[in-house]
């Protein structure tokens, strides 16, 4: 049974928090629920991964969260040769946290190496539309596509970073976990792993960075998988800032003095995906009819008010409707009818129902609140609750059924940062369906706007037409922190550490 915390306890924790030590030392203390394999930004794919790599890694291009401008980071300027070939003039002067300086060299090594899929990037649609970089001279780089990719910027300003080859040619990807040297406005100063990661301000950050210098001194992140502890941290002042608050606590958070909730809808995507792929151990999956079950038998609507919290909006496909191509014009809609679930059902050969597992990772009250709905129809669920890697190693090692899935598309604003991710036979993909890959392809590899929204759309049409996944809503997210915390939430779901200040 979850447990709750009452305004009245809330208050006394809070009235014996010790004084705001941290305000006095300009540092914020966070905590995290899920904790990243590696921090490695190309090898763990875990929102606190790729928060931790916009504090300490830059990338070439970057794209204002207030304006969606492109500008340049590592990269000054660039420029599209040909439909496959973006050219890129690099800052001069920059240095990685380890005194490295920054060129030709730390792209070229960087991009080429986890481009290589022997490199076994877990983030492999982030970077599996590279084919080469090549250097041009000591600050000119040129990048060349496999294919033509249109969203190739949208990438070069999110999850692509950039390593220093000399360190990163030397330690790999375990080295660069166990002591992370990138050169963004914070630099790691210790990593105690599966724990805790300390960042310092980075005094040489360069001047020229539209991120701007760090006003917080230092940032203490915490790996607390459960969540009644990071808020009772929180109240009895061990804690500045939270995030992904349940929607329960925030509302009693917004109460106490000296505390401040701050809410609003992201990027992220929530959705109860299925294991319907031919191999699939459960057979039941691998029937349309079932499926669309499955899609009935959720209140989506209930769900989002009494569960989720305002912020958030329904979702008919597997995209966030910003993004480049994402629609939901045409496809099929299931509505909450529990009743033509267990027809579907029995239809199918299941009148009393089926066994299958269930696992989640995040929001754990969200999953027992749609494994309940299914258990009213008939559908008995084993409920498992994981870290992501694990969970996601169920998917890839074929012994999955459902899992309660969440996506935030590393704030990449287009399609082909989403729904290709779990439809375009990549690792995650748990349906493999060929149509639906082709169409993902067309739409992920033409120069023509109106060519990719089509293919797009003909896409999400067919996996809502053949139920593959049950599309829930977009997440919004609550944080929870010291009222003299100075942050601002952002869509994509990003705190950026470097802006925030006391006041």
């Known amino acids: 049974m979850r447990k709750t915390f009452s305004l009245a306890l809330a208050a006394a924790l809070f009235a014996a928090a010790p004084a705001l030590a941290a305000k006095r030392d300009n540092s914020v203390r966070f905590a995290y629920d899920q904790v990243p394999e590696n921090v490695d930004p190309y090898f763990n794919n875990v929102r606190i991964g790729v928060i931790i790599s916009q504090q300490v890694w830059d990338t070439l291009i970057y794209r204002d969260p207030n304006t969606g401008e492109y500008k ?60 080469r970089a090549e250097k041009i001279d000591k600050y000119k780089v040129r990048l060349v596509t496999k294919k033509v990719f249109p969203a190739a910027i949208e990438y070069l300003a999110g999850p692509v970073v950039i390593h220093p080859n000399e360190y990163y040619e030397k330690v ?39 991120k701007g210098q760090a006003k917080i001194q230092k940032v203490e992140i915490r790996f607390i998988p459960d969540r009644q502890t990071q808020v009772a941290e929180l109240l009895s002042g061990g804690l500045d800032l939270l995030m992904h608050v349940a929607k329960d606590q925030a509302d009693q958070i917004k ?195 109106n060519v990719r929204k089509a293919a797009y759309k003909k896409a999400l049409q067919l996996i809502a037409e053949r139920a593959y996944t049950v599309p829930l809503y977009s997440l919004p997210v609550f944080y929870a922190a010291t009222a003299d915390l100075v942050f601002k939430a952002y869509p994509d779901e990003m705190p950026r550490f470097w802006e925030m200040t006391w006041r």
Not at 172 to 189: A, H, L
Request: a negative charge; hydrophobic letters at 35%.
């Open 255 to 449: 109460s106490i003095p000296n505390l401040q909730v701050v809410s609003g809808e992201t990027m992220r995507i929530v959705f109860l995906h299925m294991n319907a792929q031919e191999s699939s151990p459960h057979a039941a999956l691998k029937d349309l009819r079932v499926r669309r079950a499955l899609n009935h038998a959720i209140d989506r609507d209930a769900m989002l008010k009494n569960i989720v919290g305002e912020g958030a909006r329904i979702i008919h496909t597997i995209c966030f409707p910003s993004q480049f191509g994402c629609t939901d014009e045409g496809a099929m809609r299931y509505d909450y009818n529990p009743a033509k679930a267990k027809q579907l059902l029995a239809e199918a050969g299941y009148p009393n129902g089926f066994e299958v597992p269930f696992h989640a990772y995040r929001e754990r009250n969200q999953s027992e609140a749609m494994a309940g709905y299914l258990n009213a129809v008939g559908v008995k669920t084993s409920f498992t609750f994981l870290q992501y890697a694990a969970m996601r190693e169920q998917l890839r090692s074929n012994k999955a059924g459902l899992l309660h899935q969440t996506w935030g598309s590393f704030s990449v604003n287009d399609v082909s940062a989403s729904t290709p991710y779990y439809f375009g036979f990549v690792d995650d993909d748990a349906s493999r369906d060929p149509e639906v890959k082709a169409l993902l392809d067309e739409g992920g590899n033409s120069v023509d706007p």
């Open 72 to 131: 340049g980071q590592l990269a000054k300027d660039w420029k599209q040769v040909d439909d496959r070939t973006i050219e890129f003039e690099l800052r001069q002067g920059v240095k990685f946290h380890n005194g490295e300086e920054f060129d030709a060299d730390d792209v070229v090594y960087t991009l080429n190496f986890v481009s290589r899929p022997e490199n076994k990037a877990v983030t492999q649609t982030n970077v599996n539309w590279i084919d």
């Open 172 to 210: 790999g990807p375990k080295g660069q976990n166990e002591k992370p040297v990138g050169s963004g406005p914070f630099r790691v100063t210790q990593h105690v792993i599966g724990k805790s990661i300390t960042l310092e301000r980075n005094p040489d950050y360069f001047k020229d960075s539209p």
